[in-house]
């Protein structure tokens, strides 16, 4: 069930994917964690297994915890140190009023649609679904101009066996040249009656003038952003077809007066402010010259995406505003210089966070963020993103297996949407709210021994910094305030954040957390969660905290995570797709026990095994992880723990189980 899942989790999760956030876990997971916790497992309807009880998630995340508790009837809080991941979470369990939604979402159109739409005409009067813009640098040997292109053809099916025709643009003069992508090495261009090769003048991270001369892209641009220029569009003709054309005098023009509007309208528009901050997912968009976020927009962006912003930001406060500013995140997504052309018989415009960094793109593509003729991620979508929503919380649906086949059944679990409340008192006080807030998971106002069940999944310790990435948000939201209580600050950034590339500032930082869920989980609570690390040093650090808390991991299993699609995953050195659950319990006492290096290793390559075995691809790095965790967690269960010897015993089993794996 967790496989079906990972394919298309908007689709089977909705209310969790109002807002973006990152790494959201598998609900079928967490939903099967929660009725083994409560030795419901084998009852697939057990939509009561939690009734009064209260479960709590210190790194809520995209609030995936939160959701799966209150389908199966507990009370819960929900607790993160980033307001956007707030926000998410909100969007997941609030209270809506349909009719109200759809009122305000038509009163944005009527402000705001038309206005938008009439940057995204052509001549005749046909929308344009998509500009296209190319990078341009200048050689720093001749000063000539560069295109960046690694390659002409800019559009393509993307399954050729449907449709092998591509559309290239000529390197001269723009014009659109179709092309058989199974067999073209060169196209001919009818406008300047010459053939070009399809290879354009980038390679690697290199380019090539006209002149011959060969330079690294960064060095030619110097610090400085590249300029960008419109080579080709994407019309919606009358019959609902869709034609590629070149840029006219007509299109420049039109931007030439957004351009304008923009700077004559600037104090009635929200727009983003300030500077992008040196981090690990931020200096891609900063070595290319990108050091505000302002800059992540062209100018026709900036006003269409600053006029939209400003109808929203003045409806009245409401839960209903709230669910329409965090969808406007979407458009954010997918309108701005970062996105790029998947092409046709897909979703069509890749967006900004594709993959874990801000990485820009030499050739992008830019649609109409109101988007209502054709084209993809405008806010006309909003209503039926949140539709999706809505109907998913007022009954929400599971996968069942049946004789092998995953299926979507209803019924089995409890509505979601809760009154929001933000402190203890009020939740003590109603039997239906939900405590959801911002803040530092090591510091709660939870009483002693208030908690039934800890269920999350915490930070890694790795190098993506989701604050760097939720800022691009946050510059937009900050100014809008889609709740009361929504930081003002400039940056998500918070020196509380447990994430960490360095595992000794990490143990630290998590050590407090747990100590932290150790003083509020009651004495036969649990504490479970999902973790993923590739190292044994990662694990050790989070077994050492668990130590310090004075918690002992009773079991670790292996479970499917993510898609194998995952580019984040496919470009890793070792690529896997497998969390490891650990279930913790306040410690009592030590172990008498001798290390059991084997027998903890071979325990858990059998679950992986019965992965394998049972359809799931695993892999090298999987086994790795699920060994590493099985054999380090058992020092947080001795007397005495030599963690530099439980590292060196825990990579060698590693290194031993990958081996069988293989073989």
């Not at 649609?367 to 209502?372: E, T």
Request: aromatic letters at 8%; proline letters at 4%.
């Amino acid at each position: 069930m967790a496989e079906a899942e990972s394919w298309r989790k908007e689709l089977y999760r909705p209310a969790t994917y109002v807002h973006k956030w990152w790494a959201r876990r598998l609900g079928t997971v967490f939903r099967e964690v929660m009725l083994a916790a409560a030795d419901e497992h084998d009852n697939v309807e057990a939509k009561n297994a939690l009734s009064n009880k209260i479960v709590f998630d210190p790194f809520a995340g995209s609030g995936t915890t939160l959701v799966e508790a209150l389908k199966l009837g507990a009370r819960v809080v929900g607790r993160d140190i980033n307001p956007v991941a707030t926000l998410t979470q909100r969007q997941a369990i609030a209270q809506w009023d349909w009719e109200k939604i759809e009122r305000l979402h038509q009163q944005v159109q009527t402000q705001v649609a038309e206005a938008i739409d009439s940057y995204y005409r052509a001549k005749d009067g046909r929308p344009v679904l998509f500009y296209f813009w190319v990078s341009v640098a200048t050689c720093p040997e001749c000063e000539s101009d560069v295109e960046l292109f690694s390659n002409y053809v800019f559009a393509r099916h993307a399954y050729l066996r449907i449709r092998a025709t591509g559309q290239a643009t000529c390197p001269r003069c723009h014009a659109v040249c179709p092309v058989d992508l199974t067999a073209d090495k060169t196209a001919r261009c009818e406008g300047c009656e010459r053939d070009f090769d399809l290879a354009g003048p980038v390679k690697n991270r290199h380019m090539t003038c006209p002149q011959g001369h060969t330079a690294a892209v960064l060095d030619a641009l110097n610090g400085a952003t590249p300029t960008r220029r419109m080579f080709a569009k994407l019309v919606l003709n009358e019959d609902r077809t869709r034609t590629y054309l070149p840029i006219d005098e007509w299109d420049l023009a039109r931007y030439d007066a957004a351009a304008k509007d923009l700077a004559n309208s600037m104090d009635g528009l929200v727009l983003p402010e300030g500077d992008l901050d040196d981090g690990v997912n931020t200096t891609q968009a900063l070595r290319w010259g990108y050091s505000t976020w302002k800059s992540f927009y062209n100018e026709r962006q900036l006003l269409c995406l600053g006029y939209l912003a400003q109808s929203l930001k003045v409806l009245p406060v409401s839960h209903e505003r709230e669910a329409l500013v965090a969808s406007f995140s979407k458009t954010l997504e997918n309108n701005n210089l970062f996105c790029s052309y998947k092409g046709e018989g897909t979703g069509p415009v890749r967006s900004v966070f594709h993959n874990h960094v801000l990485r820009p793109e030499r050739v992008s593509v830019e649609g109409n963020p109101w988007g209502a003729a054709g084209g993809s991620g405008g806010f006309a979508e909003a209503l039926s993103r949140l539709r999706r929503a809505h109907e998913y919380k007022l009954a929400p649906s599971d996968l069942t297996l049946d004789q092998g086949k995953v299926s979507r059944t209803r019924g089995r679990s409890q509505p979601l949407e809760r009154e929001i409340v933000e402190d203890w008192a009020s939740f003590k006080a109603s039997e239906t709210a939900a405590y959801v807030t911002t803040g530092d998971a090591a510091d709660t106002d939870l009483p002693n021994r208030s908690i039934d069940l800890i269920i999350t999944d915490p930070p890694y310790v790795d190098n993506v910094h989701y604050a760097e990435l939720a800022d691009f948000f946050h510059v937009w939201m900050r100014s809008m305030a889609p709740f009361s209580g929504y930081t003002d600050r400039d940056s998500t950034r918070n020196d509380s954040e447990v994430q960490n590339a360095s595992s000794d500032q990490f143990k630290e930082m998590i050590s407090d957390v747990f100590k932290e869920c150790h003083r509020v989980l009651k004495p036969r609570g649990q504490l479970v969660f999902s973790f993923h690390q590739s190292t044994a040093t990662g694990w050790s650090a989070l077994m050492q905290a668990l130590r310090e808390a004075r918690f002992e991991v009773t079991a670790t299993r292996p479970v499917v995570a993510e898609v194998t699609t995952s580019l984040s995953k496919i470009g890793a050195l070792e690529p896997n797709r497998i969390d490891v659950i650990v279930i913790a319990r306040k410690r009592k006492q030590y172990s008498q026990r001798a290390a059991q290096h084997k027998k903890l290793a071979n325990h858990a390559m059998l679950a992986i095994r019965q992965l394998r075995d049972g359809g799931i691809k695993v892999g090298a790095g999987d086994a790795r992880s699920a060994v590493r965790a099985a054999v380090l967690a058992q020092g947080t269960r001795l007397r005495t723990s030599n963690w530099e010897h439980l590292e060196h015993a825990a990579n060698q089993a590693a290194a031993q189980a990958a081996q069988s794996l293989q073989q």
